[in-house]
């Protein structure tokens, strides 16, 4: 049986709660970089797109409002052009409650990964 290839997308590793959810799963990280400019936010794009010429077939994590715009943008050139043959790669964002004390620092609980879109391959 072929293990599933991932990528863990965000600025902080994985939960154990979220490392049990994807237990026998191959899971690749790419820790997300901040980003300030439009020259960043490409510099980042290209690093997630290269991973998936590598072979990541799904992308799960946090992720940034620049990054779902640009998967927004993706999605609707793909529709334009009737690109409906070209392999979409899943993102599953991370569906987090916070328990924290006002204040203070917040405390995560994983829920589960919701599908949030794709970015073609």
């Known amino acids: ?52 010429d590598c072979g990541v077939e799904s992308i799960y994590g946090v992720f940034p409002a620049w990054l779902l715009a640009k998967m927004w943008g993706d999605a609707q050139w793909a529709i334009a052009a009737g690109d409906y043959v070209t392999r979409p790669v899943t993102c599953f964002a991370a569906k987090n409650s916070s328990r924290s004390v006002e204040g203070g620092r917040p405390t995560f609980t994983h829920r589960g990964f919701v599908p949030i879109g794709a970015i073609r391959s």
């Open 1 to 52: 049986m072929r293990t599933k290839i991932i990528l863990w997308y965000s600025r902080h590793p994985m939960t154990d709660e979220q490392k049990r959810d994807l237990d026998g799963v191959r899971v690749h990280h790419l820790n997300a970089a901040t980003v300030n400019t439009v020259e960043e936010e490409e510099e980042e794009w290209e690093s997630i797109r290269t991973c998936i």
